[in-house]
């Protein structure tokens, strides 16, 4: 991934333009790898290189650009699948279910009734 990266990164700095990035393409690779597989935030990835979210985003997507049009880490697509050509003998998908908590309905909860309101200076209830 670094090798594509770096000689991707090279040739588009060879003609000039803006002034150096801050952070290098390793740095790059490195937080949009942290942020398939740890989960992490934009906003802890930016305040961790104390960069800004939209940098971090921006890099991000030219890494996942990059890699795409290379086409070493693509998959096949449904196509090949459904066409039985180069079809792999395994396909794992990872589903992780986790329960969420809700609070249990009891009776009490799913029977009750508006009480009205009662008005405290005439001792008198309300219509």
């Known amino acids: 991934m670094l090798e594509i990266l770096q000689t991707k990164w090279n040739k588009q700095r060879k003609r000039g333009g803006k002034q150096p990035q801050r952070l ?3 740095d790059k690779l490195l937080r949009t790898l942290q942020y398939w597989r740890e989960y992490r935030t934009m906003e802890h ?3 961790e290189y104390d960069t800004v979210k939209s940098y971090i985003y921006s890099s991000m997507v030219w890494v996942e650009n990059t890699l795409i049009c290379d086409g070493t880490f693509s998959l096949p697509g449904k196509g090949a699948l459904i066409s039985g050509e180069n079809t792999p003998r395994t396909i794992l998908i990872d589903v992780a279910e986790s329960p969420i908590e809700r609070p249990k309905k009891t009776a009490k909860m799913l ?3 508006e009480k009205t309101a009662y008005d405290q200076n005439t001792g ?3 219509s």
């Open 24 to 26: 290098q393409v390793e």
């Open 45 to 47: 990835l930016a305040y």
């Open 111 to 113: 029977f009750r009734q």
């Open 124 to 126: 008198d209830f309300r």
